[in-house]
């Protein structure tokens, strides 16, 4: 049974930084994508950022690129996600998520597996 474990949110000033851990058990493959989607107060979930287990390879969501960067360590089953200069509009659930395969899978059919939010909240 794959597991996801988020930590690292909290309330910081706008122009902050925060780093988000997503610790993953139980994957039967070693080619998964792993990352997050965030919700905000009264809106839709949307799409953050991924990364490919097998060759690293990224994806971001327009609204954070230059901003957020994701990583992952496969030793660990740990993904990473450094956010700078975060705005008011970055506040919200952050979900750790996963799904089999490639970037096509995870942008295509969404993720199959969810872990617990973690709150972030950006301040003005």
């Known amino acids: 049974e794959v597991q996801l474990q988020a930590s690292g949110g909290g309330l910081v000033q706008a122009g902050g930084s925060l780093r988000l851990s997503c610790a993953a058990s139980?994957?039967?493959?070693?080619?998964?994508?792993i990352g997050w989607f965030r919700q905000a107060p009264g809106k839709e979930r949307e799409r953050v950022s991924f990364?490919?287990?097998?060759?690293?390879?990224?994806y971001y969501e327009d609204s954070v690129k230059g901003r957020f960067t994701i990583s992952r360590d496969n030793a660990k089953n740990t993904a990473y996600l450094q956010m700078h200069s975060l705005q008011p509009k970055d506040t919200g659930v952050y979900y750790c998520?996963?799904?089999?395969?490639?970037?096509?899978?995870?942008?295509?059919?969404?993720?199959?597996?969810w872990g617990k939010g973690t709150l972030v909240t950006v301040s003005s």
């Open positions: 998520a996963a799904q089999m395969g490639d970037l096509i899978n995870m942008l295509g059919y969404g993720a199959a597996y």
């Open positions: 139980g994957f039967t493959r070693v080619d998964y994508v």
């Open positions: 990364i490919s287990s097998s060759d690293g390879t990224t």
